[in-house]
């Protein structure tokens, strides 16, 4: 039987951080008084399980690890010569990166140039954009966990879009995008900084999907970054998806079975209002959403790619 490890980590995302956690081992993540991002912790509303421990940064040198998985930049470039020992910095080291390259789509090097490190991509998608350099690389696709007895009601004829500070983050996430579909077709916008446009706020992460469930549809402006787990969260719960034709969503999205996918923002808007006027097409949609995300990024699946990645790492 392989022995449970004792994994470092930061608070890089929390819902990340929870379906990581489900991977049968121990994980100590970091945190800072005040909590401020990235330093957080066992903190908030996430329904942690026994084995996320909190550990404060000053206490990180005198623990005995097995590997340490960083999860940003500055994580990887400074904390670990703050905060942890030379013996430490010794250990397995995975670098999980969550996005597509920012400055360059195609030609950026990865900030982590390790061959004796792991590089793990949370999409096929990021690990063709990514040069990995000299560094190992594999793909964890994300899992996810929604309560069995939440299921698409669709009864609102309204779309949602859930994404965090769309206002601040520019033509990336896909602000424009959401504001010209708004005027199209009635939506609602939920995450952190929702207000800022006009939205209606944030959902605790546990609530989303039964929220969202009693919208018509999911729309996701978001241009370029990784596959969002509200997408998935949503089509595991039966809800038809309407994107735009971009990064990892074209292999989730199969155009006019589980929704619809473009890169024409009059053609998605046309899209969104026959899903308003056909509710019985839009659940026919939603059902094999569920079923393809059921298939794809199942929970079990999750943690069992990530127990390999980390005895793979620990093995030696």
Known sequence: MQ???????WHTHGSYLYYLTQAPHDF??????????????????????DNVIDLPVEQAKDCRFDCILFQDDDQYLKDQHVYL??????????????DPPRENPTDMRHPVQDPDMLLVHVTPFNALMWDSGVTPARIVEHGVIVQPDVRYGGELARGIVVVNNIGRRG????GD????????????????????????????????PAFCAQ??????PIRYTSLGLAVIEAMMVGMPIVALATTEMTTVIDNGVSGYIDTREEVLAERMRELLAHPEHARELGIAARRYALERFGIERFARDW???????TQH
């Not at 100590?28 to 399980?49: A, D, E, F």
Request: contains cysteine; glycine residues 14%; hydrophobic residues 40%.
């Open 3 to 9: 022995r449970r490890l004792k994994i470092l980590t």
């Open 28 to 49: 100590y993540v970091l945190s800072k008084r005040g909590r401020p991002p990235g330093y957080g912790g066992r903190c908030g509303h996430i329904p942690w399980g």
């Open 171 to 174: 033509r990336r996430l896909g």
């Open 85 to 98: 020992s030379e013996a430490q910095r010794r250990l397995p080291k995975i670098y999980l990166e969550h």
């Open 177 to 208: 995008v959401f504001t010209r579909a708004r005027e199209a077709v009635p939506l609602d916008l939920v995450g952190m900084g929702a207000q800022e446009m006009g939205g209606l706020g944030e959902v605790e992460h546990a609530r989303l």
């Open 307 to 313: 127990d390999a990645v980390f005895q793979l790492v």
């Open 215 to 220: 919208y018509r549809f999911f729309f996701n």
